[in-house]
């Protein structure tokens, strides 16, 4: 529960409607308390009240206020409600403050779903409208592509997820050792702490199927690693497949998206939210054919989700990956559907493309690397290989944004940019971005830029 309701009064004729709310680590305590030993008492007292209309939200979901053009930052706001903030940290140029009160609510807000949310630090946006959510996700990838990749193109609508709660396949609750007292909390970090887990029974973002395993599978867990305070604890992997809800970390597990099954060891990465999964691939499927590309290159291709999914639109498909027991699993996949024009090869670092037997103005290439991006030899390569088409997947728009300045830089223009919910109240989404080789130039880079890559290609 976010808060409780507390009233209403008019003030200058305005209907302000109050709560309080609730899990803040800061409620009531009051400015009397002892600040941290670190705490720089500029501008702000600590805890130190302050009203703030909320201007933005930024990518990590935090509410931008300003006091007398001051930054202060709160969690769990909405852009245009009115709030009260308890300070607690001031940085060099902003504050950090906790939500105290709703003086005057979005119509937007709504009564989240967990009784932990504000507590557990899993979710950020369960106080708002899914319909917000994902407006402001939308905004967050405008931001990051103009501000990290000076990218000025339309964004589409964040592309919602089917299910908007219980649709995340796969948790990992942690623990720790049992406390002095006997306590053994079993759940996930609890907001604004780096060490300190806060037991959650459910979960209501995890599929009901996890949820209705969690209680076995945390006295399982509390049975076998962590009787006794010498034990150090541990991390329970529950993941939602066809064979049901499994622990074992080395199992093999199937998990189907659209017509295809694909096989894979349960503590290995798959995407988590399989209601959305066939929406995004068919939209990587239409973006990579779309100007008719014979050939298809899925780089970064795991355990095969694009090459095979969209074998269908290529004459020939190569995925290419440099973990060797991801690209066994991709052949094995390929063998289990019955799909004959893709070839999974082990790629190099250094020479990703090297051994493929077409060229690069026929090819399609398909990215969806981890959160960091691609490193810059890959870029380099890419750009090299010139493809006609490369649709890039990214679960982090900031990085994604940062390589996408220089893919557009080397003549490259962007088409479509179209983000995907696959992480419902929380701050994260996909996005997806569709660029076509120019019949322009390429930019000229600066002797700084150039020399700034080779650094990073060197290191």
Same mark, same amino acid.
């Given at each position: ?132 959510? #994902?407006? @402001?996700?939308?905004? %967050? +990838? ?5 501000? $990290? *990749? ?126 959305? #999964?066939? @929406?995004?691939?068919? %939209? +990587? ?5 779309? $100007? *008719? ?167």
């Amino acid at each position: 529960m976010i808060g409780s309701y507390k009233g209403k009064k008019l003030t200058d004729g305005k209907l302000v409607i109050y709560f309080k709310v609730a899990g803040c680590r800061c409620i009531g305590e009051g400015m009397g308390m002892q600040p941290p030993k670190n705490f720089v008492p500029e501008p702000f007292e600590y805890h130190q009240e302050v009203e703030v209309t909320v201007e933005s939200l930024t990518n990590l979901g935090m509410g931008v206020a300003r006091v007398d053009g001051w930054v202060v930052m709160v969690p769990f706001v909405i852009p245009g409600e009115r709030v009260k903030a308890r300070i607690y940290r001031n940085f060099q140029n902003y504050s950090d403050a906790d939500l105290v009160e709703v003086l005057e609510a979005s119509p937007d807000r709504v009564e989240p779903r967990c009784p932990l949310y504000q507590k557990c630090g899993g979710c950020q946006y369960q106080h708002m409208t899914y319909e917000r959510q #994902l407006k @402001e996700k939308t905004k %967050h +990838v405008e931001e990051l592509m103009q501000k $990290l *990749g000076e990218i000025d193109h339309p964004v589409q609508l964040s592309h919602g997820s089917p299910k908007e709660y219980n649709y995340r396949s796969k948790i990992t609750p942690h623990y720790e050792r049992p406390g002095k007292d006997g306590s053994q909390p079993i759940g996930f970090l609890q907001y604004g702490r780096r060490n300190q887990i806060i037991d959650v029974e459910q979960c209501p973002i995890a599929t009901e199927a996890i949820n209705a395993a969690l209680p076995e599978a945390r006295d399982e867990a509390r049975r076998s690693g962590g009787k006794k305070r010498r034990q150090r604890g541990g991390t329970i992997l529950m993941r939602d497949v066809i064979e049901g809800v499994v622990t074992d970390p080395q199992e093999i597990v199937s998990e189907r998206v659209g017509n295809h099954t694909f096989q894979f060891k349960a503590g290995e990465f798959f995407q988590n939210n399989p209601f959305i #999964l066939p @929406e995004l691939v068919e %939209h +990587v499927a239409r973006e990579a054919s779309m $100007l *008719g590309a014979r050939y298809l290159v899925d780089a970064y291709c795991g355990v095969g989700l694009f090459a095979l999914s969209t074998s269908k639109s290529f004459e020939l498909s190569a995925g290419v990956e440099i973990s060797e027991p991801a690209v066994r699993w991709a052949q094995a996949n390929a063998t289990i559907c019955n799909i004959k024009n893709v070839r999974f090869v082990i790629g190099k670092a250094e020479a990703i493309f090297n051994g493929l037997k077409f060229s690069g103005e026929e090819t399609a290439v398909v990215i969806d690397p981890p959160r960091k991006g691609c490193d810059a030899s890959f870029r380099q390569q890419l750009m090299q290989f010139r493809p006609q088409r490369i649709v890039y997947v990214s679960c982090d728009p900031a990085t994604q944004a940062r390589d996408l300045k220089e893919f557009v830089e080397a003549g490259y223009d962007i088409t479509l940019i179209q983000p995907f919910d696959l992480f419902p109240h929380t701050r994260h989404i996909e996005n997806v971005v569709s660029l076509t080789l120019s019949s322009r130039p390429p930019l000229v880079a600066t002797p700084e830029a150039e020399d700034e890559l080779e650094g990073e290609i060197e290191n």
